[in-house]
């Protein structure tokens, strides 16, 4: 048994130099400390952060959120057992009291679970990795998720005029996880280069990622392909596209206006271009195809593509285990993107993620816009046996300390 002695939290600066959470648990094994992301495009059934709407950061200070850590939260904690993680969510679900987690902040409630699986993992010395292994199947046939690795970014993770929020790549028909990431790795680079000699923009968005300027998306996915190519990963490397289309819609008009290339499409027309990409470019994935309410559009689009495509819901689920049976019920995607702070606890991200394994759905681990250098995303794939993980681009240190991270358990797990 390993007692929690002292737990205390307080503000840093994420990747987009907004405050987030770093919360310390202390106990007889030693110290372990986490740090949560926050997102940019976030859907609506997300668990809500609490933010202090004050003057200094422009209100977005979490000096709230860490108050009610150090005032209600470590009071509760301080004694419990680490080992018995689903009791600490319960406790820290029912201290909060709403549906969303909007009293004491998802961000102060997630910073506090997830610190409290370290610190067991600490007490029971093991990686955290096979710890996170024992609420899934052990630690038996581990392994590496592939790397959905973002090269061209628009929407709200990009000063870019791409519609598209994320242009990815897919490193499919390689078998070494330290191949995968040279192969990500060395697309991005032979991208950046391409774009240097056409006089575009190589400056770097919130994700790693390239943001030049189009004329229409099919532009970016062109430069894509043909990175691709010159790195000598044609066949081997593919597309996946996260087009955040709950930011395009227009409730008013039931439509999606793509500002890249000044239309309107119903919805059916915006089915239309899709069909379109996935005939002409290595497309493997899409998520967030549709505006996240629109259940019926989803069972449509999953049965028109799903065969070619894997359909993804990221907004349309938002890690919620009642909107994945939803979505399970509906056929509505054919995979789910888990991400711990849009439901606020490691035991419902456990949930989620054994949900979508029960049901046949793909799960993807992700990261968030707003990034720390906290790798608990990467020992969670792995737990998991994820077989895609989003963690940004192959640049930027946040992004690369979860690629890092993985390069060392599957230096372990050899």
């Known amino acids: 048994m390993t007692k929690i002695k002292k737990i205390s939290s307080f503000e840093i600066l994420d990747s987009r130099g907004v405050p987030t959470i770093k919360t310390k648990i202390e106990t007889e094994a030693g110290e372990v400390e986490t740090s949560v992301p926050s997102g940019s495009s976030t859907g609506k059934a997300e668990a809500k952060e609490l933010r202090d709407n004050e003057k200094r950061f422009l209100g977005r200070g979490v000096l709230k959120a860490i108050s ?41 409630i997630l910073s506090v679970s997830l610190a409290v699986a370290k610190a067991e993992a600490l007490s029971r010395k093991i990686p955290l990795y096979k710890y996170l292994a024992g609420f899934f199947e052990g630690e038996e046939g581990l392994k590496l998720p592939t790397p959905f690795s973002v090269m061209i970014a628009g929407g709200k993770h990009s000063s870019s005029n791409l519609d598209i929020q994320e242009l990815m790549v897919v490193p499919l028909e ?12 060395e697309v991005y680079l032979t991208l950046g280069e391409i774009l240097k000699k056409r006089n575009q923009s190589n400056n770097v968005g919130l994700e790693g990622a390239y943001g030049p300027k189009f004329k229409a998306n099919n532009e970016a996915m062109d430069l894509i392909k043909e990175a691709i190519a010159e790195a000598g990963y044609s066949g081997k490397v593919k597309i996946a596209l996260d087009v955040a289309a709950s930011e395009l819609y227009i409730p008013q008009e039931e439509s999606y206006y793509l500002k890249s290339e000044e239309i309107v499409l119903k919805k059916q027309q915006l089915l239309g271009l899709y069909n379109d990409w996935f005939s002409r470019y290595p497309i493997i994935s899409i998520e967030d195809g549709l505006e996240q309410e629109d259940w019926e559009g989803w069972e449509e689009l999953t049965k028109r593509f799903s065969k070619g495509v894997k359909v993804i819901g990221d907004d349309l689920f938002a890690t919620n285990p009642g909107r994945i049976k939803k979505g399970i019920k509906l056929k509505a995607a054919t995979g789910v993107i888990i991400k711990p702070n ?3 606890t490691l035991s419902e991200t456990i949930e989620a993620i054994k949900l979508a394994k029960e049901s046949g759905l793909e799960y993807i681990i992700s990261h968030r816009s707003g990034e720390t250098n906290d790798t608990f995303i990467a020992d969670l794939a ?33």
């Open 68 to 108: 009610n850590i150090l005032k209600i939260i470590a009071p509760k904690l301080e004694g419990k057992d680490t080992n018995d993680q689903k009791a600490i969510d319960l406790l820290l679900k029912d201290l909060d009291g709403t549906a969303q987690k909007s009293h004491l902040g998802a961000n102060a």
């Open 174 to 185: 390689i078998s070494s996880f330290p191949e995968k990431i040279r192969a990500i790795s």
């Open 342 to 344: 849009q439901i606020g």
């Open 382 to 414: 792995v737990a998991s046996r994820a077989s895609f993980i989003k963690a940004g681009a192959p640049c930027r240190g946040e992004r690369v300390a979860k690629y890092n991270r993985l390069l060392e358990i599957a230096k372990d797990l050899r």
